[in-house]
Nanobody, 119 residues
């Protein structure tokens, strides 16, 4: 069974950058939908970005509050999905989770990585 492990979180100052990684223990080729979510303290988990893959083409959608600042990508050869986060704000502070879903709706989650944006 494929498992997801996120990494790359940490403490960063406002305006800084981080790159999160989500590494799968097996092939992510069969997962055509990859998502990043986040959950801030005391709040519900919310969607950040969605990548739908069709063949070698990836379509990415971002929620409005990260549009233009975050970039999602994947490297199937490394079984890894990335979230490049730039111009970070204190309100981006959260635990970030990776989610993978295949064509029949089966999905798996990672354990999360904490991002703290503070001066």
């Amino acid at each position: 069974q494929v498992q997801l492990v996120e990494s790359g979180g940490g403490l960063v100052q406002p305006g800084g950058s981080l790159r999160l990684s989500c590494v799968a223990s097996g092939s992510i080729f069969t997962f055509n939908v990859m998502k990043w979510y986040r959950q801030a303290p005391g709040k519900e988990r919310e969607l950040v970005a969605t990548m739908r893959s069709s063949g070698r083409t990836n379509y990415v959608n971002y929620v409005n509050f990260v549009e233009g600042r975050f970039t999602m990508s994947r490297d199937d050869a490394k079984n890894t999905v990335y979230l490049q986060m730039n111009s970070l704000k204190p309100e981006d502070t959260a635990v970030y989770y990776c989610n993978a879903q295949n064509v029949v709706g089966y999905q798996i989650w990672g354990q999360g990585t904490l991002v703290t944006v503070s001066s």
